[in-house]
């Protein structure tokens, strides 16, 4: 998710970057502080990597990105990776994902040159890894279950 949204800030103004990068922080260890319930782990899963293609899509519509759009999708990429968190993991592992966002600076540098569709390269990546591990788990597969052989 901070891969993602790093990549999302390499086309942000810049004096946003580190404003969203702080929001989406701040909101990703508020809310993997909150107490999910263990069931809802599916749901925050599914809204976990549905935010990440959401957000590795904007990176596509980079002029649109005025404003705080870039902060408001920082806060919504935060949120789910602290939801994430919340079901799924501890605290540490935020801090060991948050380097994740220091992409953003190779990427705006990418960006400012000309070289910006590298970093729209690596959020199509990610797009794609989402949408794989997202769907992957509703499709049957066959060696996965028991078929008519066995």
């Given at each position: 998710?901070?891969?993602?949204?790093?990549?999302?800030?390499?086309?942000?103004?810049?004096?946003?970057?580190?404003?969203?990068?702080?929001?989406?922080?701040?909101?990703?260890?508020?809310?993997?502080?909150?107490?999910?319930?263990?069931?809802?782990?599916?749901?925050?899963?599914?809204?976990?990597?549905?935010?990440?293609?959401?957000?590795?899509?904007?990176?596509?519509?980079?002029?649109?990105?005025?404003?705080?759009?870039?902060?408001?999708?920082?806060?919504?990429?935060?949120?789910?990776?602290?939801?994430?968190?919340?079901?799924?993991?501890?605290?540490?592992?935020?801090?060991?994902?948050s380097p994740w966002l220091a992409l953003?600076?190779?990427?705006?540098?990418?960006a400012a040159t000309g070289r910006g569709?590298?970093?729209?390269?690596?959020?199509?990546?990610?797009?794609?890894?989402?949408?794989?591990?997202?769907?992957?788990?509703?499709?049957?597969?066959?060696?996965?279950?028991?078929?008519?052989?066995?």
């Amino acid at each position: 998710m901070f891969a993602a949204l790093a990549c999302l800030l390499a086309f942000a103004p810049p004096g946003r970057r580190i404003a969203a990068g702080l929001f989406a922080l701040t909101a990703a260890f508020a809310v993997a502080q909150m107490p999910l319930p263990r069931g809802s782990i599916e749901i925050v899963f599914i809204g976990c990597w549905a935010s990440l293609v959401a957000t590795a899509v904007t990176v596509h519509f980079g002029r649109r990105l005025t404003g705080y759009r870039p902060v408001m999708l920082a806060v919504n990429a935060g949120a789910w990776a602290g939801a994430t968190v919340a079901v799924a993991g501890t605290t540490l592992d935020l801090a060991v994902a948050s380097p994740w966002l220091a992409l953003a600076v190779p990427g705006a540098w990418l960006a400012a040159t000309g070289r910006g569709v590298a970093v729209k390269v690596v959020s199509s990546w990610l797009i794609a890894i989402a949408l794989l591990a997202a769907v992957l788990p509703l499709v049957p597969t066959p060696g996965y279950a028991p078929d008519h052989l066995d």
